[in-house]
């Protein structure tokens, strides 16, 4: 191959440990895509396209088409033809084993691979949340995932997942960049971005059937019950729960909390005792934090001090009500 035929404007010659030199008068568009060539592989230039119909390779070499900015086709050995229709280029260099499968491929294979550029994104005050479970990918049987986006002080509302577990716990925690954390199945659990720039995680389940829409949050469950009822659990007037918020919050934009070692949290063990104990919601939030509990029962920025204090000082005596114990 004469490289100076294809590019009159340029000078190269080969040396002898293979590196490629050149020396150029103008520049254009095949020079500037040859001076992007590593030069410890200057090989790159004498390959054929594997993707033409003459190409053999009788080992099936793994082909870099991204790093080789190669276009799959689903051409191999004769077979095959080129793609007429609609392309989406940049999917196809990603996956080129799917455009031309390996000559040992049996197409029995299932999907195992999802992007979460192709799920849903739910978007709330604050943040945002797309998800990849079963439904997206099938072979996910024991695993489903969740990328969450929150604002500095933006939460994700108190919640549940549909997985029970027979014990009960609190803690607070900060966590940085790398970090890892464990919610055991059933411990109701709260998210807050703290970082000027927010945060960005995500989260794995044990579950590929998982669906983040049908975690059990707090205030939809306190939205379908009745305020009478609200006002005897809580020993608060009914009325306090008028500005309640009238479905979940899900996602919502919060105050920045102080350090954590301003928190005076106390840790809840229960359902270890030889007979079942009854641990109410009321004792629950009575040891969680007082400001993320005003922050996820009622709404931010309407008329709720006075509710809000009246509803956390009849949780914060929480710990001192009785606990019924059942046979």
Not at 19 to 30: K, V
Not at 48 to 53: F, G, I, L, R
Not at 213 to 236: I, M
């Amino acid at each position: 191959m004469n490289l100076a035929d294809q590019h009159p404007a340029c000078v190269y010659s080969v040396s002898v440990d293979r590196s490629i030199h050149q020396q150029c008068t103008a520049s254009n568009e095949a020079h500037q895509k040859l001076l992007k060539i590593p030069a410890s592989s200057p090989s790159i230039l004498f390959k054929d396209d594997p993707y033409t119909s003459d190409y053999e390779d009788p080992y099936d070499h793994k082909i870099d088409s991204v790093g080789e900015d190669l276009h799959p086709l689903p051409i191999r050995k004769g077979g095959g033809a080129n793609i007429w229709g609609p392309r989406n280029r940049d999917r196809e260099q990603q996956n080129p084993d799917i455009v031309r499968p390996p000559t040992t491929d049996h197409g029995s294979l299932p999907n195992m691979k999802w992007s979460f550029a192709d799920s849903r994104v739910r978007i709330e005050e604050g943040g945002w949340a797309r998800s990849a479970t079963t439904r997206d990918l099938p072979t996910s049987k024991e695993l489903a995932g969740v990328e969450m986006r929150l604002d500095e002080g933006a939460n994700r509302e108190l919640h549940w997942h549909q997985e029970a577990n027979g014990q009960g716990g609190s803690f607070v925690d900060d966590l940085e960049e790398g970090d890892l954390w464990y919610f055991p199945a059933g411990y109701p659990h709260s998210l807050q971005g703290l970082s000027p720039n927010g945060s960005e995680f995500l989260l794995i389940l044990d579950n590929g059937n998982f669906a983040e829409e049908s975690t059990f949050l707090l205030n939809d469950w306190l939205a379908h019950t009745p305020k009478s009822v609200l006002g005897e659990n809580f020993n608060v007037k009914a009325e306090k729960f008028a500005n309640f918020p009238k479905s979940q919050k899900y996602i919502f934009q919060g105050d920045v909390p102080g350090a954590i070692d301003d928190e005076d949290l106390e840790v809840l063990e229960i359902f270890r005792a030889d007979r079942f104990t009854d641990f109410s919601l009321l004792q629950w939030l009575g040891e969680t934090p007082l400001k993320l509990v005003g922050e996820n029962v009622y709404n931010r920025g309407e008329d709720n001090d006075d509710a809000v204090q009246e509803f956390l000082e009849s949780v914060q005596g929480a710990e001192k009500d009785l606990i019924k114990d059942r046979e």
